[in-house]
C-alpha cells in the first residue's frame, strides 16, 4: 500500500510540474530562451546559442535586440550568411538601430560590395551624425570606390580629436600611401606610435613605410621595435620574421624562427610561415615537412588545405584529394578545401563532381569569384555554355577587375565562336601582364579566325617566349605557318609537337592533318607506325588505321581498329568507327555473325553487344538496335554508349514520352564523357527535337570544336541556328556539310535545308 501511494505522488508530483510548465506564457518562455542563450554565449557554446535565440524568436519574429544578439552569435560560428539576413532583417524592422547597419555595413566592406557599404554607413550617420565607426566605414568604402580626396578628409577629421583610436590611425596613413602623400603617412604613424606605445600596428605600418621609401635600415628598426613591444603577440613575431624573409635576412629569420617555436611550442603559426617560404622557392618537400608539423600541431581545415595544396604540387593528388574531403567532412562550410577540391576534379576531367563538390556555394555565394569561376568551367566543360557565361557575367557584376572571371570569359567567347569578344578580353588581361600560356593561346586562334594575322603572329610570339615547347605554343606556330601557306614549316612545327607529346591527341591529329600534304603515304604510315610502338594509344592506333585504310590495306587497318577498342574499352567513338568500318569495307553480315556468336557463348560479353547493336543501328535495323542496347542498359545502367545509342533512337521517334527517356539517357553519357564530340551531338540532337535550340546550339558547337570536319554536326550546327533565326551562320555550316566527301545519313536533309535559308534569305 505505502509503494503504491509512494508511486501516485511521484505521478501527481510530475503532473504538476507538467501543467506548471505548460501554464508559462509565452514571455516567460521567450525570457527563459533569451537567459540560457545568454549562458550559452559566457560559456561560448555559440550553436546552442544560436538555438536558443532562434527559439526566442518563433516568439517574437520581429524584436530587434534578439535579431542582432543572433547576427553576433552567427559570426562567431563563421556563419556570414545566416549573420548578414538576421542584421539585415533587424535593420528592415527598425532602420533606426544603427548597431544593426554598423554589422552590415562593416561585413559588406569586408565583402568587397562598396557602394552598399556606403549606402549602410550613410544611413548611421543620418540618425547618429558623430558615429566615428560609420564614418570610417564611409571613408573606406569612398576610398575604395575612387573617391580618394572626400575619404581622406572624413578620416582626418577623425584624426582632429585628442587621441583618435590605433585603426582610424592605421586607416589614415594607409589612405595617406594611396594618395602618394608618403611624408603624410609618416608623421602620423610617429604620432601615433608616441600615442599607442605598445601598439606593434602601427610600427608595423611605420616600417612598411620606410621600406617603401627604400631605406632597409629604418624599416628594420621599426619592424624590430614593433615585435619588441608586442612580444607576448606570436602575430607579431611571425609579421617580424616575414620583414627577414622579404629582406633574405636569412640567419635573423632562422634566428627568429627558432625563438617563435621556443615561446609558443602548441602554435603551428611559424610551420605555416616556412612551408609558405618553401612553396615560394619550390622545395616541395621541405614545405610538406613543415605544412605536416604545422597539421600535427593543430589539425584543422588551414593546416589540411596547406597540406594538401603541396602534395598537389608534388603529384600525389590522390593523398591530397583524401585529405580535402576529410576536411570537408568536418568542416562542411569551409570554402577553401572545396575550392581545392575543385581544382583536382577540373584537372581530371570530372566537372560534375565539382559542381557536386562547390553545390553548397554555387546557390549561396554564387557571385564569389573563387566559386563562380570554376563552377563556370566545369559547366564549359559540360558544354553548357550558357550557365558558364550567367555565373562569370553576374560575378563581374560585382567584381569587374578580377582576372579569372575575364580569362573564363575569354575561355566562353571562344567556345561559342565569339572571336572578336575573346581577343579583347584576351588584350584586356595583357595590358595588366596577366595572360597565361593558355589565354595567349586562344588569343592567337581568336585573331587567326578574325584574319587578324598580325595580331595572332604578335600572341604567338608571346606564347612562344613565355613557354617555348609547350603543345598551344607549337600548334600556334604550326597555324600561323598554314595560314602563310607554309605546310613545311607548320609540319616542323607539328612533328616537334608530336615528338614532344606522343600521348597528346591534338599533336597527333595536327600531325596527320599536314604530313600527307608533304609526305608520301608510306612515309606517313612509317612515322605512325614508330609513334604507336612506342606510345601505345588508342587515338594513334586509329590514325594509322585510317592511312593504313586509304592506302588499301584492309587488314591491317581492321587489326589496327580493334587493338584501338581493346585498349579503350569505354570509348564510344570507337565502336562507332569499327562499325563503320564494316560498311565501308562491305563486312557487315560478316561482323553480325561474328559477334552473335560471341553473345551466345557469354551472354554478359558487354563489348560484343554493343558492336552487334551498333552494326544493327547502321544496317538500320533500329528495333533489333534498341532491344540489344536495353539489354546492354540492364546489366550497366550506366553504359555511356548504350545510353547514348539508344537515346538516339528514341529522339528519331519524335514522341514527348520518348524525348524524356532519351533527354535523361544523353546525360548519362553525357556525364560520363562530357567533352566526347559524338556524346555532345546526340544531346545537342535531343535538345533540338525538343525545340531547345538554344541549348542544342552549346551541344553541336562543343561537338565541332572536336570534329571540325564532320558533316552531320555541322548540319545539326545548321539546324539549331535556323531555329534561332540566324541564317546566315547557319548557311556556312551547311555547305560545309554538304561539302564533305564523308558519306552521311542526312545529306539530302541538309540539301533541302540549304534551299530553304537561300530562299529566307533572298527575302
Keep these: 500500500m505505502e509503494q503504491r501511494l509512494r508511486i501516485c505522488v511521484v505521478i501527481f508530483i510530475s503532473l504538476s510540474l507538467l501543467i506548471s510548465g ?17 549562458s550559452y554565449v559566457a560559456q561560448e557554446k555559440f550553436a546552442e546559442a544560436s538555438i536558443q535565440y532562434q527559439n526566442a524568436l518563433q516568439i517574437a519574429p520581429d524584436d530587434v535586440k534578439t535579431l542582432v544578439s543572433l547576427g553576433e552569435v552567427e559570426l562567431k560560428r563563421m556563419r556570414a550568411d545566416e549573420a548578414y539576413k538576421a542584421f539585415a532583417k533587424a535593420a528592415n524592422i527598425d532602420p533606426k538601430n544603427t548597431k544593426a547597419h554598423e554589422y552590415l555595413a562593416s561585413m559588406l566592406l569586408l565583402a568587397k560590395k562598396y557602394d552598399r557599404a556606403e549606402k549602410e554607413a550613410s544611413t548611421i550617420l543620418q540618425y547618429e551624425p ?32 585628442p587621441k583618435p583610436d590605433e585603426a582610424t590611425i592605421v586607416n589614415a596613413a594607409q589612405m595617406y600611401m594611396g594618395t602618394d602623400r608618403t611624408d603624410s603617412a609618416l608623421a602620423l604613424v610617429t604620432k601615433g606610435s608616441a600615442l599607442y606605445p605598445s601598439s606593434s600596428k602601427i610600427r608595423f605600418l611605420a616600417s612598411n613605410i620606410f621600406a617603401f621609401k627604400g631605406d632597409a635600415t629604418l624599416a628594420r628598426k ?18 617580424l620574421a616575414r620583414f627577414y624573409s622579404s629582406y633574405h635576412m636569412d640567419e635573423l629569420f632562422t634566428s627568429q624562427m627558432d625563438e617563435l617555436k621556443k615561446r609558443f611550442p602548441k602554435d603551428p603559426s611559424p610551420y605555416l610561415i616556412e612551408a609558405g617560404i618553401m612553396i615560394q622557392k619550390k622545395d616541395f618537400d621541405k614545405a610538406l615537412a613543415f605544412a605536416e608539423k604545422a597539421k600535427e600541431l593543430k589539425d584543422d581545415t588551414l593546416t589540411k588545405t596547406l597540406v594538401s595544396q603541396i602534395l598537389m604540387e608534388k603529384g600525389d593528388v590522390k ?30 576531367g570530372n566537372p560534375q563532381k565539382v559542381l557536386d563538390t562547390l553545390d553548397v ?14 563552377v563556370a568551367q566545369a559547366y564549359l566543360m559540360k558544354g553548357d555554355l550558357a550557365k558558364a557565361r550567367d555565373f562569370v557575367e553576374k560575378s563581374l557584376g560585382e567584381y569587374k577587375n578580377t582576372p579569372t572571371l575575364h580569362a573564363m570569359l575569354a575561355k566562353i567567347d571562344f567556345s561559342e565562336g565569339k572571336y572578336k569578344e575573346a581577343l579583347a578580353e584576351v588584350d584586356l588581361l595583357g595590358k595588366q601582364s596577366l595572360t597565361n600560356s593558355d589565354l595567349l593561346y586562344i588569343g592567337a586562334l581568336s585573331a587567326l579566325k578574325i584574319n587578324e594575322k598580325d595580331k595572332a603572329a604578335s600572341l604567338v610570339g608571346l606564347l612562344k617566349k613565355s613557354s617555348p615547347e609547350t603543345w598551344q605554343a607549337l600548334h600556334a606556330q604550326s597555324l600561323i605557318a598554314l595560314s602563310k601557306s607554309d605546310k613545311k ?21 595536327l600531325y596527320a592533318g599536314i604530313a600527307p600534304d608533304v609526305l608520301s603515304k608510306e612515309e606517313v604510315i612509317g612515322k605512325f607506325t614508330t609513334l604507336c610502338s612506342k606510345n601505345n594509344t588508342a587515338f594513334c592506333r586509329m590514325i594509322l588505321s585510317r592511312f593504313m585504310e586509304a592506302s588499301g590495306n584492309i587488314s591491317g587497318a581492321l587489326s589496327q581498329m580493334k587493338e584501338a577498342v581493346s585498349l579503350e574499352s569505354d570509348n564510344t567513338s570507337l565502336y562507332h568507327a569499327l562499325a563503320g568500318f564494316y560498311a565501308r569495307n562491305n563486312m557487315m553480315q560478316k561482323a553480325i555473325d561474328e559477334y552473335e556468336t560471341l553473345i551466345n557463348k557469354n551472354p554478359n560479353d558487354i563489348k560484343a553487344a554493343l558492336m552487334l547493336a551498333l552494326l544493327n543501328q547502321s544496317q538500320g535495323k533500329t528495333a533489333d538496335a534498341k532491344k540489344v542496347y536495353s539489354y546492354i542498359l540492364e546489366r550497366e545502367p550506366k553504359n555511356a554508349l548504350a545510353a547514348n545509342n539508344l537515346s538516339w533512337i528514341l529522339a528519331e521517334s519524335g514522341k ?22 559524338r556524346i555532345a551531338d546526340t544531346l545537342g540532337y535531343v535538345y533540338l ?3 531547345l535550340a538554344g541549348n542544342a546550339l552549346a551541344q553541336f558547337k562543343l561537338a565541332l570544336e572536336k570534329m571540325p570536319q564532320d558533316p552531320t554536326i555541322n548540319y545539326h550546327l545548321a539546324r539549331a541556328l535556323v531555329e534561332l533565326s540566324r541564317n546566315s551562320e547557319a548557311r556556312k555550316y551547311v555547305e560545309n556539310a554538304l561539302s564533305s566527301k564523308s558519306p552521311f545519313t542526312e545529306r539530302e536533309d541538309a540539301r533541302k535545308l540549304l534551299a530553304r535559308i537561300e530562299a529566307d534569305l533572298k527575302k
Design 130 to 161: 558623430q558615429n566615428k565607426n560609420a564614418k570610417e566605414i564611409l571613408a573606406q568604402a569612398l576610398f575604395q570606390t575612387g573617391k580618394k580626396q572626400e575619404a581622406v578628409r572624413i578620416m582626418e577629421e577623425l584624426l582632429n580629436s
Design 689 to 691: 527535337k525538343k525545340k
Design 489 to 509: 614549316g607548320a609540319l616542323s612545327f607539328a612533328e616537334k609537337a608530336v615528338n614532344l607529346y606522343p600521348k597528346e591527341p591534338q599533336a597527333l591529329a
Design 656 to 677: 514527348e514520352s520518348d524525348l524524356n527517356e532519351a533527354l535523361k539517357l544523353a546525360q548519362i553519357a553525357k556525364d560520363k564523357y562530357p567533352e566526347d564530340p
Design 22 to 38: 505548460c501554464s508559462k506564457s509565452p514571455e516567460e518562455k521567450r525570457a527563459a530562451y533569451l537567459k540560457s542563450a545568454e
Design 361 to 374: 556555394f554555387a546557390k549561396s555565394i554564387p557571385r564569389r569569384p573563387d566559386i563562380a569561376a570554376p
Design 319 to 348: 593523398k591530397a584529394e583524401k585529405i580535402l574531403t576529410e576536411a570537408i567532412e568536418k568542416d562542411a562550410k569551409s570554402i577553401p578545401p572545396r575550392t581545392l577540391l575543385a581544382q583536382i576534379y577540373l584537372k581530371s
Design 222 to 239: 621599426w619592424a624590430e621595435e614593433a615585435y619588441n613591444v608586442d612580444k607576448d603577440n606570436i602575430d607579431a613575431g611571425i609579421s
